[in-house]
C-alpha cells in the first residue's frame, strides 16, 4: 500500500519558517517528479512546487517563489518544503503528491491531475 506522510506543519508568526516533510512508503519515487500543494476552504487545491527525480528542476507559484524551496532526499523517498519569510496569506492546509510516471531527468509538473497519490495534509498557519 503506497502512502504518503507530511509532516511539519503548525502555527507560526509571520516571517517566520517551517520546514515539510513527506515520507513515501509503499514503493519508490526516486524515479518520478513530486509536489506540493495547499488548499483553504472552499478554495480549489493550488500548485506551490514541484521537483523532478533528479533534483536538478524545480518550478515554482509566483505567490512562493524566492521564500519556499523544495527538494528531495531519493534515498529516503522524502521531499521536503522548507517555507521562509511566511505570510498570513500562505495558511492552508498543505498536501505532498507523487507522479507514477517514471519520467525523465528533469520532467516535473505542476498540473494537479498528473499526480496519483496524495498525502493526508498538514495545517500550515501562519498568525499576524
Known amino acids: 500500500q503506497v502512502q504518503l506522510v507530511e509532516s511539519g506543519g503548525g502555527l507560526v508568526q509571520a516571517g517566520g519558517s517551517l520546514r515539510l516533510s513527506c515520507a513515501a512508503s509503499?514503493?519508490?519515487?526516486?524515479?518520478?517528479?513530486m509536489g506540493w500543494f495547499r488548499q483553504t476552504p472552499g478554495k480549489e487545491r493550488e500548485f506551490v512546487a514541484t521537483?523532478?527525480?533528479?533534483?536538478?528542476?524545480?518550478y515554482y507559484a509566483d505567490s512562493v517563489k524566492g521564500r519556499f524551496t523544495i527538494s528531495r532526499d531519493n534515498a529516503r523517498n522524502t521531499v521536503y518544503l522548507q517555507m521562509n519569510s511566511l505570510k498570513p496569506e500562505d495558511t492552508a492546509v498543505y498536501y505532498c503528491a507523487a507522479d507514477s510516471l517514471v519520467g525523465g531527468s528533469n520532467y516535473y509538473t505542476r498540473d494537479r491531475y498528473d499526480y496519483d497519490y496524495w498525502g493526508q495534509g498538514t495545517q500550515v498557519t501562519v498568525s499576524s
Open positions: 521537483i523532478s527525480w533528479s533534483g536538478s528542476t524545480t
Open positions: 509503499g514503493r519508490t519515487f526516486s524515479r518520478s517528479a
